[in-house]
Protein backbone atom coordinates (compact mmCIF):
# COMPACT_ATOMS: atom_id res chain seq x y z
CA UNK A 1 0.00 0.00 0.00
CA UNK A 2 1.57 3.69 -0.94
CA UNK A 3 -0.64 5.22 1.97
CA UNK A 4 -2.34 8.06 0.19
CA UNK A 5 -3.08 10.92 2.95
CA UNK A 6 -5.13 14.14 2.40
CA UNK A 7 -3.42 17.03 1.76
CA UNK A 8 -2.10 19.63 3.95
CA UNK A 9 -0.62 23.45 4.04
CA UNK A 10 2.82 21.97 5.32
CA UNK A 11 2.91 19.78 2.40
CA UNK A 12 3.49 22.60 0.12
CA UNK A 13 7.18 22.29 -0.01
CA UNK A 14 7.24 18.72 -1.37
CA UNK A 15 4.91 19.55 -4.11
CA UNK A 16 7.05 22.43 -5.22
CA UNK A 17 9.84 20.23 -5.49
CA UNK A 18 8.44 17.76 -7.54
CA UNK A 19 7.04 20.21 -9.90
CA UNK A 20 9.77 22.42 -9.92
CA UNK A 21 11.68 19.20 -11.29
CA UNK A 22 9.39 19.09 -14.31
CA UNK A 23 8.39 21.45 -17.17
CA UNK A 24 4.69 20.90 -16.61
CA UNK A 25 2.17 23.89 -18.31
CA UNK A 26 -0.79 22.03 -17.23
CA UNK A 27 -3.30 23.66 -14.67
CA UNK A 28 -3.05 20.83 -11.96
CA UNK A 29 0.77 21.15 -11.50
CA UNK A 30 0.13 24.32 -8.93
CA UNK A 31 -0.06 23.59 -5.21
CA UNK A 32 -2.77 26.27 -4.79
CA UNK A 33 -4.61 24.37 -7.40
CA UNK A 34 -4.65 21.34 -5.50
CA UNK A 35 -4.68 22.74 -2.17
CA UNK A 36 -7.85 24.37 -2.74
CA UNK A 37 -10.36 21.98 -4.62
CA UNK A 38 -8.39 19.41 -1.86
CA UNK A 39 -12.04 19.37 -0.26
CA UNK A 40 -14.65 18.83 -3.57
CA UNK A 41 -12.04 16.08 -4.69
CA UNK A 42 -10.93 14.52 -1.29
CA UNK A 43 -7.31 15.23 -2.88
CA UNK A 44 -4.60 12.98 -1.42
CA UNK A 45 -1.20 11.87 -2.10
CA UNK A 46 1.92 9.55 -1.60
CA UNK A 47 5.51 9.28 -2.81
CA UNK A 48 6.62 5.95 -4.66
CA UNK A 49 9.85 5.85 -6.43
CA UNK A 50 11.39 9.58 -6.34
CA UNK A 51 7.80 10.07 -7.92
CA UNK A 52 5.01 12.53 -6.65
CA UNK A 53 1.47 10.81 -6.64
CA UNK A 54 -1.74 12.49 -6.83
CA UNK A 55 -4.95 10.94 -6.19
CA UNK A 56 -8.56 12.91 -6.58
CA UNK A 57 -11.47 11.32 -6.00
CA UNK A 58 -14.29 13.31 -7.85
CA UNK A 59 -17.94 11.89 -7.07
CA UNK A 60 -15.80 8.86 -5.57
CA UNK A 61 -14.49 7.41 -8.67
CA UNK A 62 -10.74 7.18 -7.83
CA UNK A 63 -8.00 8.47 -10.70
CA UNK A 64 -4.75 9.74 -10.32
CA UNK A 65 -2.63 12.56 -12.48
CA UNK A 66 0.37 11.52 -14.00
CA UNK A 67 3.60 11.04 -11.71
CA UNK A 68 5.88 13.28 -11.36
CA UNK A 69 9.67 12.35 -10.79
CA UNK A 70 12.30 14.64 -8.92
CA UNK A 71 14.83 12.85 -11.86
CA UNK A 72 12.18 13.54 -15.17
CA UNK A 73 14.07 11.57 -17.69
CA UNK A 74 14.25 8.32 -15.67
CA UNK A 75 12.48 5.90 -17.48
CA UNK A 76 12.55 3.53 -14.81
CA UNK A 77 11.64 5.15 -12.29
CA UNK A 78 8.73 6.46 -13.79
CA UNK A 79 7.98 3.06 -14.87
CA UNK A 80 7.85 1.63 -11.48
CA UNK A 81 5.85 4.15 -9.82
CA UNK A 82 3.00 3.44 -12.04
CA UNK A 83 3.31 -0.16 -11.49
CA UNK A 84 3.48 0.19 -7.95
CA UNK A 85 0.57 2.19 -7.84
CA UNK A 86 -1.01 -0.03 -10.48
CA UNK A 87 -0.18 -2.78 -7.43
CA UNK A 88 -1.77 -0.19 -4.79
CA UNK A 89 -5.14 -0.06 -7.02
CA UNK A 90 -5.37 -3.65 -7.34
CA UNK A 91 -5.27 -4.15 -3.97
CA UNK A 92 -7.99 -1.73 -3.45
CA UNK A 93 -10.01 -3.64 -6.15
CA UNK A 94 -9.85 -0.61 -8.52
CA UNK A 95 -8.82 -0.21 -11.91
CA UNK A 96 -6.02 2.15 -12.84
CA UNK A 97 -6.98 5.59 -14.08
CA UNK A 98 -4.52 8.50 -15.19
CA UNK A 99 -6.38 11.72 -15.84
CA UNK A 100 -4.72 14.90 -17.20
CA UNK A 101 -1.89 13.06 -19.23
CA UNK A 102 -0.45 15.09 -21.50
CA UNK A 103 0.81 14.16 -25.13
CA UNK A 104 4.52 13.55 -24.11
CA UNK A 105 3.43 11.52 -21.25
CA UNK A 106 0.79 9.42 -23.36
CA UNK A 107 4.10 8.85 -25.96
CA UNK A 108 6.06 7.83 -22.53
CA UNK A 109 3.39 5.42 -21.56
CA UNK A 110 2.95 3.96 -24.44
CA UNK A 111 6.66 2.91 -24.87
CA UNK A 112 6.89 1.84 -21.35
CA UNK A 113 4.04 0.09 -21.47
CA UNK A 114 2.96 -1.12 -25.05
CA UNK A 115 -0.65 -2.06 -25.23
CA UNK A 116 -1.60 -1.85 -21.78
CA UNK A 117 -3.07 1.37 -21.66
CA UNK A 118 -6.46 2.49 -23.33
CA UNK A 119 -6.36 6.40 -24.24
CA UNK A 120 -9.35 8.89 -24.53
CA UNK A 121 -8.92 12.64 -25.29
CA UNK A 122 -10.67 14.61 -22.73
CA UNK A 123 -11.72 17.57 -24.72
CA UNK A 124 -13.25 19.64 -21.53
CA UNK A 125 -10.25 19.22 -19.86
CA UNK A 126 -7.65 20.52 -22.04
CA UNK A 127 -5.77 24.03 -20.91
CA UNK A 128 -6.11 27.09 -22.91
CA UNK A 129 -2.79 28.69 -23.38
CA UNK A 130 -2.65 32.16 -24.51
CA UNK A 131 0.61 34.02 -26.07
CA UNK A 132 0.95 36.66 -22.72
CA UNK A 133 2.34 39.63 -24.81
CA UNK A 134 -0.91 39.32 -26.49
CA UNK A 135 -3.27 39.28 -23.86
CA UNK A 136 -0.99 42.01 -22.06
CA UNK A 137 -1.26 44.48 -25.25
CA UNK A 138 -4.50 43.41 -26.88
CA UNK A 139 -2.74 44.51 -30.22
CA UNK A 140 -4.18 43.04 -33.59
CA UNK A 141 -7.21 43.31 -36.02
CA UNK A 142 -8.75 40.14 -33.64
CA UNK A 143 -8.37 41.38 -30.56
CA UNK A 144 -10.09 44.80 -31.46
CA UNK A 145 -13.31 43.87 -30.11
CA UNK A 146 -12.05 43.01 -26.72
CA UNK A 147 -9.85 47.10 -26.94
CA UNK A 148 -13.18 48.27 -27.70
CA UNK A 149 -14.97 46.77 -24.68
CA UNK A 150 -12.15 48.35 -22.68
CA UNK A 151 -12.41 52.02 -24.04
CA UNK A 152 -15.87 51.66 -23.25
CA UNK A 153 -15.23 50.46 -19.44
CA UNK A 154 -12.70 53.09 -18.97
CA UNK A 155 -14.99 55.81 -20.86
CA UNK A 156 -17.89 54.84 -18.91
CA UNK A 157 -15.44 53.93 -15.34
CA UNK A 158 -12.24 56.76 -15.86
CA UNK A 159 -11.90 56.72 -11.72
CA UNK A 160 -11.89 52.41 -11.88
CA UNK A 161 -9.10 51.48 -9.48
CA UNK A 162 -7.00 47.71 -9.57
CA UNK A 163 -6.35 46.88 -5.98
CA UNK A 164 -3.74 44.21 -5.38
CA UNK A 165 -5.41 41.43 -3.22
CA UNK A 166 -3.44 41.36 0.08
CA UNK A 167 -3.71 39.39 3.41
CA UNK A 168 -5.04 42.68 4.64
CA UNK A 169 -8.15 43.05 2.77
CA UNK A 170 -9.35 39.25 1.90
CA UNK A 171 -12.56 40.36 3.36
CA UNK A 172 -13.56 42.95 0.69
CA UNK A 173 -12.59 40.08 -1.58
CA UNK A 174 -14.76 37.41 0.30
CA UNK A 175 -17.96 40.13 0.28
CA UNK A 176 -17.83 40.47 -2.89
CA UNK A 177 -17.71 36.67 -3.57
CA UNK A 178 -20.88 36.10 -1.83
CA UNK A 179 -22.40 39.15 -3.65
CA UNK A 180 -21.23 37.45 -7.07
CA UNK A 181 -22.77 33.96 -5.72
CA UNK A 182 -26.01 35.50 -4.20
CA UNK A 183 -26.58 37.15 -8.32
CA UNK A 184 -26.08 33.24 -9.03
CA UNK A 185 -28.96 32.13 -6.99
CA UNK A 186 -31.37 34.68 -7.38
CA UNK A 187 -30.81 33.81 -11.07
CA UNK A 188 -31.38 30.24 -10.48
CA UNK A 189 -27.71 29.25 -11.59
CA UNK A 190 -26.16 28.12 -8.36
CA UNK A 191 -25.10 24.57 -9.18
CA UNK A 192 -23.23 22.66 -7.01
CA UNK A 193 -20.09 23.44 -8.71
CA UNK A 194 -20.20 26.86 -7.77
CA UNK A 195 -20.62 26.08 -3.99
CA UNK A 196 -17.76 24.04 -4.56
CA UNK A 197 -15.82 26.23 -6.18
CA UNK A 198 -17.37 28.91 -3.52
CA UNK A 199 -15.57 26.71 -0.73
CA UNK A 200 -12.21 26.48 -2.79
CA UNK A 201 -11.76 30.12 -3.13
CA UNK A 202 -12.45 30.55 0.29
CA UNK A 203 -9.61 28.19 1.24
CA UNK A 204 -7.57 29.97 -0.90
CA UNK A 205 -8.35 33.20 0.26
CA UNK A 206 -7.95 32.49 3.74
CA UNK A 207 -4.70 30.77 3.57
CA UNK A 208 -3.53 33.17 0.92
CA UNK A 209 -0.14 34.05 3.02
CA UNK A 210 1.05 30.27 3.25
CA UNK A 211 -0.07 30.43 -0.56
CA UNK A 212 1.94 31.47 -3.68
CA UNK A 213 -0.90 33.16 -5.79
CA UNK A 214 -1.04 36.71 -6.49
CA UNK A 215 -4.30 38.69 -7.41
CA UNK A 216 -6.50 41.55 -7.74
CA UNK A 217 -9.94 43.46 -7.36
CA UNK A 218 -11.90 46.07 -9.29
CA UNK A 219 -13.27 48.65 -7.84
CA UNK A 220 -15.55 51.21 -9.47
CA UNK A 221 -19.06 52.44 -8.48
CA UNK A 222 -17.91 52.64 -5.23
CA UNK A 223 -17.70 48.51 -4.73
CA UNK A 224 -15.79 46.03 -5.60
CA UNK A 225 -16.93 44.12 -9.49
CA UNK A 226 -14.60 41.87 -10.19
CA UNK A 227 -11.37 39.58 -8.64
CA UNK A 228 -8.75 37.31 -10.06
CA UNK A 229 -6.40 35.57 -8.81
CA UNK A 230 -2.76 32.91 -10.32
CA UNK A 231 0.50 32.14 -10.10
CA UNK A 232 3.73 30.93 -11.92
CA UNK A 233 3.23 27.20 -12.62
CA UNK A 234 6.64 26.69 -14.65
CA UNK A 235 9.51 29.46 -15.16
CA UNK A 236 7.50 31.00 -18.11
CA UNK A 237 3.82 30.05 -17.66
CA UNK A 238 0.85 32.13 -15.65
CA UNK A 239 -1.92 29.84 -14.76
CA UNK A 240 -5.17 31.94 -14.06
CA UNK A 241 -7.19 30.11 -10.98
CA UNK A 242 -9.83 32.31 -10.86
CA UNK A 243 -12.03 35.39 -12.70
CA UNK A 244 -15.34 36.71 -11.68
CA UNK A 245 -16.80 39.57 -12.55
CA UNK A 246 -20.00 41.00 -12.86
CA UNK A 247 -21.80 40.53 -16.38
CA UNK A 248 -23.49 43.68 -16.58
CA UNK A 249 -20.58 45.83 -16.60
CA UNK A 250 -19.54 45.85 -20.46
CA UNK A 251 -15.77 45.24 -21.25
CA UNK A 252 -14.86 43.93 -17.02
CA UNK A 253 -13.32 40.86 -17.51
CA UNK A 254 -11.21 42.10 -20.47
CA UNK A 255 -9.98 45.19 -18.07
CA UNK A 256 -9.20 42.99 -15.04
CA UNK A 257 -7.63 40.07 -17.24
CA UNK A 258 -5.24 42.22 -18.89
CA UNK A 259 -4.59 45.12 -15.90
CA UNK A 260 -4.01 41.85 -13.51
CA UNK A 261 -1.40 40.33 -16.42
CA UNK A 262 0.64 43.94 -16.49
CA UNK A 263 0.50 44.80 -12.93
CA UNK A 264 2.13 41.21 -12.05
CA UNK A 265 3.43 38.86 -14.78
CA UNK A 266 4.91 40.68 -17.22
CA UNK A 267 7.72 38.61 -18.10
CA UNK A 268 5.40 35.65 -18.43
CA UNK A 269 5.69 33.75 -21.47
CA UNK A 270 2.37 32.19 -21.54
CA UNK A 271 -1.10 32.22 -20.13
CA UNK A 272 -2.75 29.39 -18.77
CA UNK A 273 -6.39 30.18 -18.34
CA UNK A 274 -7.19 26.48 -17.71
CA UNK A 275 -10.09 24.14 -19.27
CA UNK A 276 -14.00 25.04 -20.46
CA UNK A 277 -15.67 22.40 -18.84
CA UNK A 278 -17.54 21.28 -21.79
CA UNK A 279 -19.54 24.43 -21.24
CA UNK A 280 -20.34 25.70 -24.85
CA UNK A 281 -20.61 29.72 -22.82
CA UNK A 282 -17.07 29.22 -21.48
CA UNK A 283 -15.50 27.72 -24.43
CA UNK A 284 -16.64 30.70 -27.13
CA UNK A 285 -15.70 33.03 -23.90
CA UNK A 286 -12.15 31.47 -24.12
CA UNK A 287 -11.77 31.12 -27.84
CA UNK A 288 -12.65 34.66 -28.30
CA UNK A 289 -9.17 35.10 -27.12
CA UNK A 290 -7.74 33.52 -29.52
CA UNK A 291 -5.48 30.80 -27.41
CA UNK A 292 -2.22 29.29 -29.16
CA UNK A 293 -3.21 26.41 -28.54
CA UNK A 294 -5.00 24.00 -26.75
CA UNK A 295 -3.12 21.52 -24.47
CA UNK A 296 -4.07 18.30 -25.10
CA UNK A 297 -5.10 15.82 -21.93
CA UNK A 298 -5.86 12.10 -22.23
CA UNK A 299 -7.36 9.55 -19.84
CA UNK A 300 -5.47 6.14 -19.51
CA UNK A 301 -7.23 3.20 -18.37
CA UNK A 302 -5.02 0.10 -17.60
CA UNK A 303 -6.16 -2.58 -19.89
Not at 154 to 178: C, G
Amino acid sequence: MLGFKPIELTDKDIFKRFFAANHNQNSECTFTNLYMWRKCYAVRWAVTDAHLIVEPNAFESSWILPPYGLNPDDDEQFAAALTHTAEDYCFRNKRLVVRAVTEDVKERMERLFPGRFDFTEEFEIEDYIYDAEKLRTLAGRKLSKKRNHINAFKTAYPDYELLPLTPFNVDRALDYLERWMGERYREGRLEDSLLCEREAIYDALYNMEALDFKGSMLRADNRIIAMTFGEMVNEDTVVIHIEKAYSEYRGLYPVINQDNLNLYWKNAVYVNREEDMGLEGLRKAKQSYYPVYLLKKYRAVLK
